[in-house]
């Protein structure tokens, strides 16, 4: 059974919606989100969970909301299961590290990115038109270039398996009023800016990342959602970084190098789903991913 369908069966759980590799729950007002070991790579969520991927991410999730409590307030209530509902303080999710208990927020609907590196989105629209969501950058800049400051370059939010469409701040203030638009953007870049000089210190980059905003009712604008994981976020590893060609994923390299490679079979274009991961490639991803926790925490992954 997928956690969805065991959650649900908890009396007072009620499902909210299915991300790529999350669920959202309603739970005695609060939020309950999940995170599954699901993996997704080249917009397929792969068939083969990577084991502890959903505890790992949650982990760095919390270790990052600390990090960053002075800048910003966070929607999170508590992940100690002993704070839970009594329905679910015995549940392998909730037991597992997977899940925290949240505020539910009113969202923003704008996914908010900062980009201190141009690659991705953002490097298509600047080789067609010499800008990233609007913003003017400078000419010969190429695919991994660090970018003289960091930019917001907002996304309106699409339908799950669907990509976000890049908008300008013209735009977003057109959505959300110019004042939330001008807050969600400077909170953005600030954030930005303590988790890419924290990830530096520690030897890997963050060359780009995306924030999802809530307000209470008081109005104040809270940071939701995970934040600054390997899903989230582009990590490169700061030693491998080089200019002028598709910089290595920290956290998914291994599955993208198998799934392009003819061990695999498989060929991205067909619109046939990736097959199978081997054991191998899943333990070294499950590797990275705790190496990647470790080396930004500083704390070993129990
Ligand atoms: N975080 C948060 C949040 C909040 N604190 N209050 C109200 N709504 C949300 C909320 C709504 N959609 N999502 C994204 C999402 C979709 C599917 C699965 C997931 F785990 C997550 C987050």
Redesign the pocket.
Known sequence: MSDTEILAGVPGVRHL???KV???FEVDGN?L??ASDRMSAYDYVLETPIPDKGKILTQLSLWWFEQLADVVPN?LVTTDPAMFPVELRDHKDVLSGRSML????S?IEIECVARGYLTGSGLAEYQERGTACGVPLPAGLVDGSRLDYPIFTPAAKAAVGEHDENIDFAETSERVGADLAAEIRDLTLAIYDRAHRIAAERGIILADTKF?F?RRADGTVVL??EVLTPDSSRFWPADQWEPGHAQPSYDKQYVRDWLTSPASGWDRHSGEAPPPLPDEVIERTRARYVEAYERLTGEAFR
């Open positions: 919606g299915s991300g999350r669920e959202l939020l989100l999940v929607h949240c505020e539910r927020l969202m999802e809530g939701a959602d």
